[in-house]
C-alpha cells in the first residue's frame, strides 16, 4: 500500500499568506522527504527530515514530523506567486532510496 | 554541479514497440532510481541501481527492466508498449544507497503510446 499521503488538498492563497499541508504513512520511516513540482515537470527536492528530528528549517519552509502520528507538516510561509506547485511527500521505509509518494496537494498563490 | 539529465524529454511511439530512456546523474552520485508517473497512479518506485547493481525492484511486469553502467549513467527500456505505459518517467539520482541521503529528480521524459 502507499505510504506517504497528503491530505487531498487543493489550497489557494493570496501572496503573503501561509500555507499548511499535511502528509500521513502508515509504516515506520527511515525519513520523510518534501519535494515541488511545477505543471508535469521534474520534482524539486525541497527538504529532508530523518526520523529522528521532529522540525526542520530551510528558508521559508519549516518542517515537522511526528512519528508517534506517523504525519508530518510542511510550512510555507509568507508565500509568492512562484511557489504555485503541486507539493508530494516521499517517505523512505528502509532508508534504500525506495521512496513512496503520496498523491500531492496542489497550491495556487494569487498575487 | 550540474543536475540530472534525463533524455529525451519527449517521446512518441506505438504499441508494441520499445523505447529506451536515459538517465545522467549528478556527478559523484552512485544510485540511480526510476518512477513512473500517471494521473491515475501518482508517482510509483520502478527500481534503483547502485553499483551496476539493480538493488529494489518495484510491482512493475517484466516489460520493464534497466541497468547501470560503470559510470552510473543509467538506461530503462519498456519493451512492447502499452497504452497505459503513457507517463512521465523520472530518474532520481542520490549519492549512495542503504542510508538518509537525499534523491534529486531529472526533469522527466513524457512518453506518449499511441
Known amino acids: 500500500s502507499q505510504q506517504g499521503e497528503e491530505d487531498p488538498q487543493a489550497l489557494s492563497i493570496q501572496e503573503g499568506e501561509n500555507a499548511t499541508m499535511n502528509c500521513s504513512y502508515k509504516?515506520?520511516?527511515?525519513?520523510l522527504q518534501w519535494y515541488r513540482q511545477n505543471s508535469g515537470r521534474g520534482l524539486v527536492h525541497l527538504i529532508l527530515i530523518r526520523s529522528n528530528e521532529r522540525e526542520k528549517h530551510s528558508g521559508r519552509l519549516r518542517v515537522t514530523l511526528d512519528t508517534s502520528k506517523k504525519s508530518s507538516s510542511l510550512l510555507i510561509t509568507a508565500s509568492r506567486a512562484a511557489d504555485t506547485a503541486s507539493y508530494f511527500c516521499?517517505?523512505?521505509?528502509?532508508?534504500?532510496?525506495?521512496?513512496?509518494f503520496g498523491k500531492g496537494n496542489q497550491v495556487v498563490v494569487i498575487p | 554541479k550540474a543536475g540530472v539529465t534525463q533524455t529525451p524529454r519527449y517521446l512518441i511511439k506505438t504499441r508494441g514497440q520499445q523505447v529506451t530512456l536515459s538517465c545522467s546523474p549528478i556527478?559523484?552520485?552512485?544510485?540511480v532510481s526510476w518512477y513512473q508517473q500517471t494521473p491515475g497512479q501518482g508517482l510509483q518506485f520502478l527500481f534503483e541501481?547502485?553499483?551496476?547493481?539493480?538493488?529494489n525492484k518495484g510491482n512493475f511486469p517484466g516489460r520493464f527492466s534497466g541497468r547501470q553502467f560503470s559510470n552510473s549513467r543509467s538506461e530503462m527500456n519498456v519493451s512492447t508498449l502499452e497504452l497505459g505505459d503513457s507517463a512521465l518517467y523520472l530518474c532520481?539520482?542520490?549519492?549512495?544507497?542503504?542510508?538518509?541521503?537525499?534523491?534529486?529528480f531529472g526533469q522527466g521524459t513524457r512518453l506518449t503510446v499511441v
Open positions: 556527478s559523484g552520485h552512485r544510485s
Open positions: 532520481a539520482s542520490s549519492l549512495r544507497t542503504g542510508s538518509n541521503t537525499e534523491a534529486f
Open positions: 516521499a517517505t523512505d521505509a528502509y532508508g534504500n532510496n525506495r521512496l513512496a
Open positions: 509504516t515506520s520511516i527511515n525519513n
Open positions: 541501481y547502485f553499483s551496476e547493481t539493480q538493488r
